[in-house]
């Protein structure tokens, strides 16, 4: 069992190193708000970043943004500097691919194996040990990854060199920002050409429509009893998350010349639907709201 220290455990990193911990290994944890440490059961407290990382095997990061990684890894007192070479670094925050790409340099330099590692499944993934890695990396570190991966997770894919676990995250949320306003707007359109929401949902989850959006997530209640349609938009995935992945796919499309006009129209959607009072906490799902509002039944 391995030494593993784990830095950042909110929503999904405190239930994640409960598994590390559920699964053997010795647990030294830190976070910023020290109720966070104090909830994960099991894990060591630690004093700072560095103090979780010094002596560890492996450092997994769970951090909100590539400004939040790139301090606690480089910054003053920075993980990288105070873990021992050959160890392993796991960053399984959501951050953009150059910050990543950035970070992975800086730990060859340091001689510590860098994975970015992003993760999709939410807080119930988190909690269940199913979470879905997406990992960029060398061959090396993804092998000795995997073991502490498997802690956490269900489903390990290995998607590359450096940077291409994020490239992979910020691919399938723009997909899925995109299948959710699409799905929200038949919804309304059907609500307002006085067609039944459930007899859409039979129809299109059984046609050329069908997405995930529609037949995990639906955004009106009733076809779908576990989406969070059914619970007043409580999320779930929340909005803000959404438009923070959405920005990221942005930004990585611009730095690499790609044309995705849908995906900037997705994230002008999810912006508008933030800016209005207490949207940006609610399930992703809830944009649905914007098409109603505007054409109402
Ligand atoms: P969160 O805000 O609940 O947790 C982040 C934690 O990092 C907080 O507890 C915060 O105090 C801590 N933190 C911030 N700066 C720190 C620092 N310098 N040192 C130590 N701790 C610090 O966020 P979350 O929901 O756990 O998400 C974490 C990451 O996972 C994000 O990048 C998010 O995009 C991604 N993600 C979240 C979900 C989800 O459903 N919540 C799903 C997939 C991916």
């Given at each position: 069992?391995?030494?593993?220290?784990?830095?950042?455990?909110?929503?999904?990193?405190?239930?994640?190193?409960?598994?590390?911990?559920?699964?053997?290994?010795?647990?030294?944890?830190?976070?910023?708000?020290?109720?966070?440490?104090?909830?994960?059961?099991?894990?060591?407290?630690?004093?700072?970043?560095?103090?979780?990382?010094?002596?560890?095997?492996?450092?997994?990061?769970?951090?909100?943004?590539?400004?939040?990684?790139?301090?606690?890894?480089?910054?003053?007192?920075?993980?990288?500097?105070?873990?021992?070479?050959?160890?392993?670094?796991?960053?399984?925050?959501?951050?953009?691919?150059?910050?990543?790409r950035d970070?992975?340099?800086?730990?060859?330099?340091?001689?510590?194996?860098?994975?970015?590692a992003?993760?999709?499944?939410?807080?119930?993934?988190?909690?269940?040990?199913?979470?879905?890695?997406?990992?960029?990396?060398?061959?090396?570190?993804?092998?000795?990854?995997?073991?502490?991966?498997?802690?956490?997770?269900?489903?390990?894919?290995?998607?590359?060199?450096?940077?291409?676990?994020?490239?992979?995250k910020?691919?399938?949320?723009?997909?899925?920002?995109?299948?959710?306003?699409?799905?929200?707007?038949?919804?309304?359109?059907?609500?307002?050409?006085?067609?039944?929401?459930?007899?859409?949902?039979?129809?299109?989850?059984?046609?050329?429509?069908?997405?995930?959006?529609?037949?995990?997530?639906?955004?009106?209640?009733?076809?779908?009893?576990t989406?969070?349609?059914?619970?007043?938009?409580?999320?779930?995935?929340?909005?803000?998350?959404?438009?923070?992945?959405?920005?990221?796919?942005?930004?990585?499309?611009?730095?690499?010349?790609?044309?995705?006009?849908?995906g900037?129209?997705?994230?002008?959607?999810?912006?508008?639907?933030?800016?209005?009072?207490?949207?940006?906490?609610?399930?992703?799902?809830?944009?649905?709201?914007?098409?109603?509002?505007?054409?109402?039944?």
């Amino acid at each position: 069992m391995a030494r593993i220290g784990f830095i950042g455990l909110g929503n999904m990193g405190g239930p994640m190193a409960r598994n590390l911990v559920k699964a053997g290994h010795e647990v030294v944890g830190f976070d910023l708000v020290k109720t966070n440490i104090g909830a994960a059961a099991g894990v060591r407290p630690a004093a700072s970043a560095a103090d979780a990382a010094s002596g560890a095997d492996a450092v997994v990061t769970m951090l909100p943004a590539g400004a939040h990684v790139r301090e606690v890894l480089t910054g003053k007192g920075g993980v990288l500097a105070a873990m021992k070479p050959g160890a392993l670094l796991i960053d399984s925050s959501t951050i953009d691919v150059a910050t990543a790409r950035d970070m992975e340099a800086a730990a060859r330099a340091k001689g510590v194996l860098l994975l970015d590692a992003p993760v999709s499944g939410g807080v119930g993934g988190a909690e269940a040990g199913t979470l879905t890695f997406m990992v960029g990396g060398s061959e090396e570190a993804f092998a000795k990854a995997r073991p502490i991966l498997d802690n956490m997770g269900k489903t390990i894919v290995h998607a590359g060199g450096p940077g291409n676990g994020q490239a992979a995250k910020i691919c399938n949320n723009m997909i899925l920002g995109i299948s959710m306003i699409a799905t929200s707007e038949a919804f309304a359109l059907a609500a307002r050409l006085g067609l039944d929401a459930q007899k859409l949902f039979d129809i299109s989850s059984k046609s050329s429509g069908q997405c995930w959006s529609m037949t995990s997530y639906c955004p009106v209640p009733g076809p779908v009893p576990t989406s969070p349609a059914n619970r007043n938009y409580k999320a779930g995935f929340t909005a803000a998350m959404m438009l923070k992945d959405l920005k990221l796919a942005q930004e990585a499309a611009a730095t690499a010349g790609a044309l995705t006009p849908l995906g900037a129209e997705a994230a002008q959607v999810y912006g508008l639907f933030c800016a209005q009072a207490g949207n940006a906490a609610l399930d992703f799902s809830g944009v649905i709201g914007l098409f109603q509002e505007r054409n109402p039944a």
